[in-house]
């Protein structure tokens, strides 16, 4: 189930237009327009992975849309247990 809001998440990200960065650099240190690749599972795999790279402000972007469907998700969830 997380692997389909990940490769939702990857595809709602890869579909929108670039954003012009106007924003300082993060405390991290990490540079936002850097690239950043990382090989995710393959659904329906248990060897394939598939390379998605992109920069850290859209992995950032990716992360929260992910945080916010899981909440979105629990409270729907929990909110019919009540009978």
Known sequence: MIR??????LALGAASP???QTKPPSPSGIDDNR???RKIDETGSLV?????C???????RIAESQR????????ELTSKQGG
């Open 4 to 9: 389909h809001a990940l490769a939702a998440a």
């Open 18 to 20: 670039a954003i012009a």
């Open 35 to 37: 690239l950043i690749c």
């Open 48 to 52: 394939r992975k598939q390379k998605h």
């Open 54 to 60: 992109f920069t850290k402000a859209e992995w950032d």
């Open 68 to 75: 916010r469907g899981t909440v979105r998700m629990i409270d």
